[in-house]
């Protein structure tokens, strides 16, 4: 019989590690944990890899920052900027460009990888919040979420503004305008962070230091905190797949899931490597140094602090004087009042829902959107807000390439972004119903096969099939809507919570949310008007006249 055990030199050590940390057990508890096979799961994932690569990348790339406002005139090998008189930080970010062998290369990764990381993080959250995910007991990682996205926000803010040219510097000027325009403490917050007047010398090594220390390290807590959370609370499951509330299906986390995971991140990596390799981003050689008195048209900031720029572009010039100082509305309200709409609007999102509807049960299963029709208009309303303002911070370039009054684009925006959200809650929620309308049909009478028969009495039908057993499990894991919260107890008194301005608000609010509901009703198999199955017969299977 061959010896199965391993050498002296592989388990000495195991055992060694295993004595102390008890590694073994937990491995044995672990390794078999399913995960669930859905391709939306990956979208949080793309997220986790970008992060990595990021780590990566900016560590070759912190060996030759120099984040220092000192000027030298500059000596490199870009000849269109010999001699030009510029900060050590633009200057070290020109030499890894040019002079450090595979500089360019890591910057661009670096910067792709940025830009995917918030990409994937955006759809991995809305992919949450429209199939519920969210819900109880999920609702610490979707703060954790909120906390995630925000972070990625201040740290793309500080790693863009890090090279100190001519576009950079522009979004550093409006940070520091919205700092200054904050009432009573905006212009020591201002003072402090920069150093003293803009720009100071302060800046660009404070931003460093935050850029690769104090927000990476809490980024990294954030995700190992989500990560532990979903491992102890089991991963949700899209509806249809074979899954319950009490039973996971998928995979094993050993070997299937990890050697999945393992290829798709060299996959990602391979992506972004492709894209640093041949898509050019943020050539700072082109911008120039940072002069405080100069600013380009079409100056745009990466896609996800656009929600800023447009909010700023649409503000008019309001100014007001109160007790004898200025307060900047046309900078203060753009800075302030459109992420705290969206953010605190997310945040409080998870217990605004349960409040109105009264659904305090665990949830393992996710929702399909067009279930949730309130839901689902709601995020598409937020999206359809997003969007407009991301679309306003680039005025100037529509108002260029198709040739319209800039001040044309402006005000449609300004009315758009009123309109254009309430028109999209309108919309996607008639969707949602007509999307259900055609599940509770199918469920009915089949799916039409697209094939017409003709009886010999000479009527025509259409036939109608059976659908599958994983699209019935699909349509019927719709769950009813909860009956409407009582006005009253069993003797005719006031229910709690009922009572007063608050709860007459949360009664409408319930009734209205579970107004548009169309009850699924059949097996999904097709009927004749006389109930009689209607069997598909093979013969039969092409058009007859």
């Known amino acids: 019989m061959a010896d199965t055990s391993l050498p002296k030199a592989v388990s000495g050590p195991l055992n060694h590690i295993d004595d102390r940390l008890g590694s073994s057990n937990f491995l044995k508890r672990n390794v078999k944990k399913v995960f669930p096979d859905h391709w939306s799961f990956l979208l949080g994932e793309i997220a986790l890899y970008s992060f990595i690569i990021l780590l990566l990348t900016g560590t070759f790339l ?17 000849e269109p900027l010999k001699t030009v008189l510029m900060s050590e930080a633009y200057a070290s970010t020109l030499h890894i460009s040019f002079d450090v062998r595979g500089g360019l290369l890591m910057r661009q990764i670096h910067h792709w990888a940025a830009l995917l990381f918030m990409a994937s993080l955006m759809a991995h959250m809305l992919r949450v919040f429209f199939t519920g995910a969210y819900r109880k007991p999920r609702e610490f990682n979707w703060f954790i979420g909120l906390g995630l996205f925000t972070l990625g926000m201040l740290e793309g803010l500080f790693g863009y503004s890090l090279p100190d040219d001519l576009l950079s510097g522009t979004g550093l000027r409006i940070t520091q305008g919205v700092l ?14 920069f150093g003293g007047e803009f720009p100071g010398e302060d800046i660009i090594p404070r931003m460093f230091t935050l850029h690769i220390l104090l927000v990476p390290g809490i980024i990294l807590a954030l995700i190992t905190a989500h990560m532990m959370i979903m491992w102890h609370q089991k991963h949700t499951q899209m509806p249809g797949t074979g899954g319950t509330e009490q039973k996971v299906t998928g995979y094993p986390f050993y070997p299937v899931f990890l050697g999945k995971s393992g290829a798709y991140f060299l996959f990602t ?9 041949f898509a050019q981003i943020n050539p700072v050689w082109l911008f120039g140094p940072y002069d405080p008195s100069a600013i380009s048209a079409a100056s745009q900031p990466d896609f996800y602090m656009g929600l800023l720029e447009g909010s700023l572009r649409l503000m008019p010039p309001w100014e007001i004087v109160l007790f004898g100082h200025t307060l900047s509305l046309s900078v203060l309200i753009p800075a302030l009042v459109p992420l705290g709409l969206v953010f605190t609007g997310a945040a409080i999102w998870p217990w605004l829902e349960r409040w109105i509807t009264g659904d305090h ?22 999206i359809t807000f997003y969007g407009l303002l991301w679309l306003a911070g680039a005025n100037d370039v529509i108002s260029e390439r198709f040739h319209v009054s800039l001040y044309a684009t402006t005000w449609f925006f300004r009315f758009a972004i009123f309109i254009g959200p309430v028109l999209a809650f309108i919309i996607t929620k008639r969707i949602c119903l007509g999307l259900q309308r055609s599940d509770a049909a199918t469920m009915a009478h089949g799916y039409e096969a697209g094939i017409i028969t003709m009886s010999p009495e000479g009527k025509f039908e259409e036939v109608h099939r059976v659908p599958s057993a994983a699209e019935i499990a699909k349509i019927t894991s719709k769950e009813e809507p909860r009956p409407p919260l009582p006005a009253v107890d069993a003797n005719g008194v006031p229910a709690k919570g009922s009572k007063g301005p608050i709860g007459h608000l949360r009664t409408r609010l319930n009734m209205w949310w579970n107004s548009d509901s169309i009850p699924i009703e059949g097996d999904g198999h097709p009927h004749e008007h006389h109930e009689k199955e209607l069997v598909e017969d093979e013969s039969r299977k092409e058009l007859t006249r």
């Open 62 to 78: 912190t060996l030759w920052f120099k984040p220092s406002m000192l000027e030298v005139h500059y000596d490199g090998s870009y």
């Open 180 to 193: 200054e325009a904050i009432p009573l403490v905006g212009t020591y917050g201002y003072m402090f962070l």
């Open 269 to 277: 990596f391979a992506v972004l490597a492709l894209m640093g390799t």
């Open 361 to 382: 049960r665990y949830h393992h299963v996710n929702d399909r959107p067009r279930n949730a029709p309130t839901r689902t208009s709601a995020g598409m309303a937020m």
